[in-house]
């Protein structure tokens, strides 16, 4: 049956419909830990849906792995125990999301192979002391323009409302300073595509261990570069970002480094709908990792929670080549795993005299990860326009549970764009100690675009 009981407690219902910025009750908070997991999930099973027992918190036993591996998938020997089709997707009507249904009745070709339901997110211990604490002195300001108070772990493990849950995507753990090199591809009806690789790395401020509170933070949570380094016509494009903590105290900075003018210039057109770098306009700027930024734009609503099909455990779709997973029309759906997930649903929708493509944005956010698993997208019309899809994996020798790739659709199109893929890839460094703030400098970004 379709499932739709919301978690928190009576006065946290009451507060999704007041839409006031509550804290949550100690009686709440020491829940984290015992009937729910430390990142604010149910710890109970379900149906399909297992008890969460701890995750994968270090290397599989009977998997083999050494720092700089790839991968390998602890459930090789897992077996499909039914595939949805566009001709038997009825059946598995109150599992699919609007998104999925509108791609099988789209594509005759596309088709999702479910799994068995593993639980296997897990993070570090700070991370769940963090949280805990979050729980109980985390606050939104300025309207839900921000965070106050909070630090490392999720901000609102026990949300209040929808704009609490955006947050905890936006500021989930994925480490404190990373490296990685990605690819991204906009494929054509006939399945064409010129890989854009880049190489991009972050300090997380958010996740600083040394930091005690939100305020310690100077209002940026991130530091980010992005350098693209093929193909040759789009080498030596750099971008840099400073992304707020609170919008209304400072918006977003960001420059742009352009080998052909070899100038940096500020770049406040990398936001909200404008074009995402290197997405061939498939894609927007503040979709990149399903959302990012200021939630400033939108009237955010809790739609509740519900038992849905999502891509988890992506080992085989990171570990195929790109000529294989991309191909026409969609993925090779042979290499995406799907399972049976709690989500927290909730939308966005555009606000009176304010400026977007989309009007209205439905987010489905897998709940142990706090980590958007899909999105329908909506344009001015209100017509389903692109279906976001996140891979999720955990990187059981970090830990955290992150993602193995995003995929925008676009429907009206008949293309899609596969984002952030690590197949043919470096592994990505999770503890990139050697990057210092003072790197990101726009002089910076000049010195890394000279080809």
Not at 7 to 17: D, G, P, R, T, Y
Not at 299 to 314: F, I, P, Q, Y
Not at 361 to 385: I, K
Request: aromatic share 10%; hydrophobic share 35%; net charge neutral.
């Amino acid at each position: 049956m379709k499932r739709t009981t919301l978690l928190v407690s009576a006065l946290a219902i009451s507060v999704f419909a007041t839409g006031a910025l509550a804290k949550v009750p100690d009686a709440q908070v020491n829940r984290l830990g015992q009937d729910l997991t430390p990142m604010g999930s149910e710890k109970g099973g379900e149906g399909d849906i297992p008890a969460w027992t701890g995750g994968l918190a270090t290397v599989p036993s009977g998997v083999s792995y050494k720092p700089g591996d790839k991968l390998a998938n602890p459930f090789a020997s897992d077996a499909i125990k039914y595939t949805v089709t566009g001709q038997n997707m009825g059946q598995y009507e109150n599992l699919i999301t609007p998104g999925y249904a509108a791609l099988l009745k789209a594509y005759p070709s596309y088709k999702m192979n479910v799994y068995e339901t593993r639980r296997t997110c897990a993070f570090p211990d700070k991370y769940y002391e963090a949280t805990k604490n979050n729980a109980r002195v985390g606050e939104l300001v300025g309207g839900g323009a921000g965070v106050s108070e909070a630090i490392f772990g999720t901000p609102f493990p026990i949300p209040n409302n929808a704009l609490e849950m955006i947050w905890n995507h936006t500021l989930r753990y994925r480490a404190f300073k990373v490296v990685r090199q990605f690819a991204a591809a906009p494929v054509t009806r006939g399945g064409d595509y010129t890989l854009q690789i880049v190489q991009d790395e972050a300090i997380l401020q958010w996740s600083d261990p040394s930091a005690s509170r939100a305020e310690d933070l100077n209002n940026i949570s991130l530091y980010y570069i992005a350098n693209t380094i093929a193909p040759a016509r789009a080498a030596g494009n750099v971008i840099l970002v400073y992304e707020a903590l609170n919008a209304q105290v400072q918006a977003r900075q960001a420059w742009q480094y352009s080998p052909g003018t070899r100038r940096v210039r500020r770049a406040p057109n990398i936001a909200y709908d404008n074009p995402g770098t290197n997405s061939d306009g498939l894609s927007t700027s503040d979709a990149f990792d399903g959302y990012n930024g200021a939630p400033d734009r939108y009237d955010w609503t809790v739609l509740g929670k519900n038992t849905r099909l999502v891509s988890a455990n992506a080992y085989d779709g990171e570990a195929s080549s790109y000529k294989d997973y991309l191909q026409p029309l969609h993925l090779n759906q042979d290499k995406v795993r799907y399972e049976a997930r709690r989500v927290w649903e909730f939308e966005a929708t555009l606000r009176p005299n304010t400026r977007h493509v989309y009007s209205r944005r439905v987010y489905h956010n897998e709940e142990d990860a706090w980590q958007m698993s899909s999105v329908e997208l909506y344009d001015g019309r209100g017509q389903l326009w692109r279906v976001q899809e996140m891979h999720q994996i955990q990187r059981y020798n970090v830990p955290l549970c992150g993602s193995a790739g995003e995929i925008v659709y676009d429907l009206q199109a008949g293309r899609y764009l596969a984002l952030a893929l690590q197949n043919e890839e470096p592994p990505v460094n999770y503890f990139a100690d050697e990057l210092d703030k003072n790197r990101y400098t726009p002089n910076s970004i000049r010195q890394l675009g000279v080809r």
